[in-house]
């Protein structure tokens, strides 16, 4: 008998990639291209995440006052960090809420996946506290923020092979902040990017029909692996308000 889980996500895949299909070959304006493609990998996200991660095109804001760029895709916690701003599909999320930044476009290439990194990085550079909590009525020390994941969901690869030479000289070429951890071209496959101490690139690719399979698994594993974020500090964020009286 098949793996179900394989079977299903496949399947899932197959659904998807038609969905994307018919959107690029359908819809003529750009941003309407674009927005529809967002929408559908928003509403995968949203389906198939666990409750624990709210999945939301957003900006993210820090306790500065420091915005960043719109971003396709924010994954961030709801459970113990609130929603600052939320009128008219207008939602701005505090930037210790952040899982992952997630880019969203039609084709994999150079350019495409700098513009990804230059997003990424807007959000890394933003001021994130960390406050003491009380477990168990014992106070417990501000912990160190967590990493933030950065990555890139596109249709296909402009590239020729997709995850040749080309693509690897796109990923060496982002600064620290910009770095894409992970991503998926559908059509072509999915990559894995990871970092030695001698700051040396190593990607992991899966092609064909377990691409999105592949891409999903392992961003739930790298989210399990980042734990929960630490607590907010509210206290800076009432030093906005006593500044504002």
């Known amino acids: 008998m098949q793996n179900q889980v394989r079977q299903l996500l496949v399947s ?13 070959e359908t819809l003529c304006h750009p941003v309407a291209k674009g927005d529809a493609t967002e929408d559908e990998w ?3 996200l949203k389906n198939h995440l666990p ?25 961030y916690d709801r ?14 999320v505090p930037a210790e809420s952040v899982y992952a930044i997630l880019e969203v476009k039609q084709e994999l290439d150079l350019d495409k996946i700098q ?21 168990v009525g014992k106070s417990v ?37 910009q770095r894409v951890d992970l991503g998926i071209a559908l059509l072509k496959g999915s990559f894995d990017v ?17 691409a999105l399979l592949y891409f999903f698994f392992n961003l739930l594993w790298r989210l399990q ?12 964020y009432l030093k906005v308000i006593d500044e504002l009286s």
């Open 12 to 24: 899932l895949q197959k659904q998807l990639s038609v969905t994307l299909q018919s959107n690029r």
């Open 42 to 44: 928003l509403c995968l």
């Open 51 to 75: 409750n624990r991660y709210q999945a939301d095109r957003a900006f993210v804001i820090d306790s500065e006052g420091k915005l960043s760029e719109q971003i396709d895709i924010v994954i």
């Open 79 to 92: 459970q113990y960090t609130p929603l600052l701003y939320n009128q008219n599909n207008q939602i701005f």
């Open 115 to 135: 513009y990804a990194g230059k997003k990424i990085s807007s959000v890394r550079n933003l001021k994130r506290t960390s406050a003491k909590i009380v477990d």
């Open 141 to 177: 020390a501000p912990r160190p923020v967590t990493a933030i994941l950065g990555g890139i969901l596109t249709s296909d690869s402009l590239w020729n092979p997709p995850f040749g030479e080309s693509f690897q000289k796109a990923i060496n070429s982002l600064t620290l902040s």
């Open 194 to 210: 990871s970092y030695t101490e001698k700051n040396e690139v190593q990607t992991k690719i899966e092609v064909g029909e377990t």
């Open 225 to 236: 692996r980042l734990g929960t974020v630490p607590a907010i500090d509210y206290a800076e």
